[in-house]
């Protein structure tokens, strides 16, 4: 079964520092691939996705990550950290197989010091 | 604008009662999910609806209940069989087809009295 794992569930980065939040998942086809953000209680926000084409995929507030096939990954970076960056972060997967499921993570707490 | 809604914020349910969670989109999805989520379990999946008039089990889907009469409207009902309901719901909708990128609601908090 397709399934989601994101690596750590609290990161804690300073103001002004790389944030990296990790995201594997387990397919032998590649699947679309999102990130979502969630502020405290609050629904969840699509922050980006990859489909097809580049590998490399920008979103909103400055994120981007990264499709790697070989090592079924799609981490989450941010060159410098914001307070305002601090929330819980969910990678989500739809199986390129088909269904109707949309497979997420159990999430990445991330908090920032100033 | 063009949203999902949710009501209401925050919900209390009595022993044996059940309890109905309203979910309302205007984004003219077909599709329309539930999920309950607790800490650190991530997002599970209760009922989803592809189109009017059919609905899905999820993976969690004991103690609860749906309809899906109109197409912008997708309520949950959480019954007296769910004998832990407390935690966070979420209802998201989405286009129908393979890439469905999910809009969420801001959620119901509901808790047992």
């Known amino acids: 079964a397709q399934s989601v794992t994101q690596l750590g569930s609290h990161v804690s980065v300073s103001e002004g520092a790389l944030v990296l939040l990790r995201c594997n998942y387990s397919s032998s086809v590649p699947p679309y691939l999102f990130w979502y953000v969630q502020y405290p209680n609050q629904g969840l926000q699509l922050l980006l996705k990859y489909t097809t084409g580049a590998t490399l995929v920008k979103g909103i507030n400055g994120f981007e990550a990264e499709f790697k096939k070989s090592e079924t990954s799609f981490h989450l970076t941010k060159p410098s950290a914001h307070m305002s960056d601090a929330a819980e972060y969910f990678c989500a997967v739809i199986p390129e197989t088909g269904g109707f499921k949309t497979i997420f993570g159990a999430g990445t707490r991330l908090f920032v010091k100033a | 604008d063009g949203g999902i809604t949710q009501s209401p914020k925050y919900l209390f349910r009595k022993e044996g009662q059940n309890v109905t969670l309203s979910c309302e989109q205007n984004?003219?999805?077909?599709?329309m999910y539930w999920y309950r989520q607790d800490p650190g379990q991530g997002l599970r999946l209760i009922y989803y609806s592809q189109i009017v008039n059919d609905f899905q089990k999820g993976d969690i889907a004991e103690g609860y209940s749906v309809s899906r009469e109109k197409k912008e409207s997708f309520p949950l009902t959480v019954t007296s069989a769910q004998k832990n309901p407390t935690a966070f719901y979420l209802c998201a909708s989405s286009i129908s087809g393979t890439l469905r990128t999910q809009y969420f609601g801001p959620g119901t908090r509901l808790l047992v009295l």
């Open positions: 984004l003219n999805h077909d599709a």
